[in-house]
Nanobody, 126 residues
């Protein structure tokens, strides 16, 4: 079983930056996709960024494309989310998720992930 632990959340003013980290432990050998998701109060959880661990390829939601950068360190079994030019609408609980298997599309849906971290809060003030 894979365990995921996020860190790096906090409060920042609009235009600022934060870097989230997600440490994976346990049987990570079968993990093929690592994702960052977020959930704002009263809203559904949504996909933000996905990494395919096989190639390091990434996919971003339109709302964060160009501002957020996801990366993966295989040696450390960690995934990161660099968030720049933050906006108040980026305020949410951010979650790391993992799944196995290979898709012929980017698995951006919450339902496609069975392993989740506990989340880290990001608050952006205007």
């Amino acid at each position: 079983q894979v365990q995921l632990v996020e860190s790096g959340g906090g409060s920042v003013q609009a235009g600022g930056s934060l870097r989230l980290s997600c440490a994976a432990s346990g049987n990570t050998g079968s993990t093929s996709y690592l994702g960052w998701f977020r959930q704002a109060p009263g809203k559904e959880r949504e996909g933000v960024a996905i990494i395919y661990t096989g190639t390091g390829g990434t996919y971003y939601a339109d709302s964060v494309n160009g501002r957020f950068t996801a990366s993966h360190d295989n040696a450390k079994n960690a995934v990161y989310l660099e968030m720049n030019s933050l906006k108040p609408e980026d305020t949410a609980m951010y979650y790391c998720a993992a799944r196995s298997g290979v898709c012929f599309y980017w698995p951006i849906s919450v339902d496609e992930y069975s392993l989740w971290g506990q989340g880290t809060q990001v608050t952006v003030s205007s």
